[in-house]
């Protein structure tokens, strides 16, 4: 079992920034997949970015703005958000795979590859 508990959403205007932080406990020694997800409201969850094993794979439209690091000692994934724009707006989730299996790329991007998720945390940007 893994648990996965987000925090640092909040309110920010349009150009400010966000980090948000995923503190994993229980079973992380397998977790060489993680990521983040977001979901705004009426639209299905989409991916953001995600470590897969030493790689780092990012969506589009977050690339050059939001970048995913990790501390292993403290079990801890973080996510910058810079130059943060409305559309940002959503939930952001994180997700882990607990699984000893290298997985392709393409399944990075998919929300069914991740077997444990967080709570979710709100993040809101006006202009």
């Known amino acids: 079992q893994v648990q996965l508990v987000e925090s640092g959403g909040g309110l920010v205007q349009a150009g400010g920034s966000l980090r948000l932080s995923c503190a994993a406990s229980?079973?992380?020694?397998?977790?060489?997949?993680m990521g983040w997800f977001r979901q705004a409201p009426g639209k299905e969850r989409e991916f953001v970015a995600a470590?897969?094993?030493?790689?780092?794979n990012y969506e589009n439209s977050v690339k050059g703005r939001f970048t995913i690091s990790r501390d292993n000692a403290k079990s801890t994934m973080y996510l910058q958000m810079n130059s943060l724009k409305p559309e940002d707006t959503a939930i952001y989730y994180c997700?882990?795979?607990?699984?000893?299996?290298?997985?392709?790329?393409?399944?990075?991007?998919?929300?069914?590859?991740?077997?444990?998720w967080g709570q979710g945390t709100q993040v809101t940007v006006f202009s």
């Open positions: 470590f897969n094993w030493g790689n780092t």
């Open positions: 997700a882990a795979r607990d699984s000893p299996h290298r997985i392709i790329t393409s399944m990075v991007f998919r929300a069914t590859s991740y077997n444990y």
């Open positions: 229980g079973r992380t020694f397998s977790t060489n997949t």
